[in-house]
């Protein structure tokens, strides 16, 4: 991206990062971005609370799922209890223009809970659990589930060693990407996608009501 159609406060970014970018060079994606970042920061403090980001997903991109948010934002903060412009950035950056590579890498590491390399059953039981209708027997609700995650595992567990690896994983959405989000949605739909790209590249109607949502 050119380094003159940036603000000031991006072009202090090293070239690195700017490049590992997939926003138009015309620079309007990032420079909007930018605007939206600082009308969700509090007093001027140039950092995102979780809050907000919580609030920015689920109004913008219709990410409602608290647990799955809240990975991404541990994720992308790396463990702060903000974010900086540059993290927001990137977080969009993922969100609208990641490759399927991409997005399985960011998918495994928010279901991967325990940050081991591996999706336990623990972790898809705490993922899936509140998606299950409400039932009169919790033991019920839990056998369905229980059941349920046992056929996941079929499918992802290549080498049956009782647990799902990222090149399990990696093979199964290759092999069928309707999977990739199975366990909770984590991206944005294709559809909320080409929305948000087309606010922020022209639809100033659009974005400015979303702007409103955070002043």
Do not use: W
């Not at 603000?7 to 926003?23: G, I, P, V």
């Not at 623990?122 to 027997?137: A, G, S, V, W």
């Amino acid at each position: 991206m050119p380094l003159h159609r940036l603000h000031a406060e991006q072009k202090k970014f090293d070239r690195t990062f700017l490049s590992s970018l997939n926003f138009d060079e015309s620079g309007i994606e990032i420079n909007r971005l930018t605007l939206v970042f600082h009308k969700l920061c509090d007093n001027n403090s140039n950092q995102l609370s979780r809050e907000h980001f919580r609030d920015f997903l689920s109004t913008i991109f219709d990410l409602n799922d608290e647990t799955i948010v809240e990975r991404l934002f541990i994720l992308i903060g790396q463990g702060e209890k903000t974010l900086s412009l540059k993290q927001f950035l990137s977080a969009m950056n993922l969100l609208l223009y990641a490759s399927i590579d991409e997005q399985i890498k960011l998918i495994f590491r928010v279901y991967d809970v325990s940050a081991d390399g591996n999706l336990q059953r623990e972790e898809l039981f705490t993922f899936l659990r509140k998606d299950l209708p409400i039932m009169n027997e919790k033991e019920d609700a839990d056998l369905i589930l229980h059941e349920f995650i046992t056929l996941i595992f079929k499918k992802f567990d290549k080498d049956h060693d009782g647990v799902i690896s990222f090149d399990d994983y990696h093979r199964t959405c290759q092999e069928n990407p309707t999977l990739m989000q199975c366990f909770g949605q984590v991206l944005p739909r294709i559809f909320r996608k080409h929305v948000v790209k087309s606010m922020l590249n022209g639809n100033l109607s659009i974005i400015s009501k979303r702007e409103k949502h955070f002043k």
